[in-house]
T-cell receptor
């Protein structure tokens, strides 16, 4: 079963903020939230990740609710080049050397974001 | 440049003719994985490997084999391809980069396979 739930599609006007939601109600304490995007049929590209604090980098901001059951990816000023499918996954990447962590990663169908001129 | 390289990028083959899709990463990553992507179904994991000689099944392993004899390579083998294996395939890796492990997955550019 998918560990995250995302809306299948969203539209956003160019220049406006795009807010992409993700529900991960069964997230465990050691799991991080990751966001990736896939433009056309290219390989998915990493955007951002976080555990419980809000995070920001040059591409986007990630807002995680206090109970960690949902998060929002924010693209502050969407451009046409941000049109893509966005995937939210949860992952415990610790423990490569201890045998812990999560390795069976399900990406699901993501959210298709269309940025409108 | 850090990268994951897949070959071939495009292949048309016939039912039953064994083929191998190679995947190589130059980042000394421990974790590698294969995904297939089909319209309306998102990315589905086929197999993954936590380190050399350690592999395990993902969500859709039927009809595929993998091996991890070296850290950098993780080939996907289709012993007897069938038309339902026509798909876009992605290889990904993850591990310590520049001394840090962020869990970020690095993906290859994809291999589009058509089985007639």
């Amino acid at each position: 079963d998918a560990k995250t739930t995302q809306p299948p599609s969203m539209d956003c006007a160019e220049g406006r903020a795009a807010n992409l939601p993700c529900n991960h109600s069964t997230i465990s304490g050691n799991e991080y939230v990751y966001w990736y995007r896939q433009i056309h049929s290219q390989g998915p590209q990493y955007i951002i990740h976080g555990l419980k604090n809000n995070e920001t980098n040059e591409m986007a901001s990630l807002i995680i609710t206090e109970d960690r059951k949902s998060s929002t990816l924010i693209l502050p000023h969407a451009t046409l080049r941000d049109t893509a499918v966005y995937y939210c996954i949860v992952r415990d990447f610790r423990g490569y050397y201890s045998g812990a962590g999560s390795y069976q990663l399900t990406f699901g169908k993501g959210t298709k974001l269309s940025v409108i001129p | 440049e850090a990268q994951v390289t897949q070959n071939p990028r495009y292949l048309i083959t016939v039912t039953g003719k064994k083929l191998t899709v190679t995947c190589s990463q130059n980042m000394n990553h421990e974790y590698m994985s294969w995904y297939r992507q089909d319209p309306g179904l998102g990315l589905r994991q086929i197999y993954y490997s936590m380190n050399v000689e350690v592999t395990d099944k993902g969500d859709v392993p039927e009809g595929y084999k993998v091996s991890r004899k070296e850290k950098r390579n993780f080939p996907l083998i289709l012993e007897s391809p069938s038309p339902n294996q026509t798909s876009l395939y992605f290889c990904a890796s993850s591990g310590r980069s520049s001394g840090r492990n962020t869990g970020e997955l690095f993906f290859g550019e994809g291999s589009r396979l058509t089985v007639l």
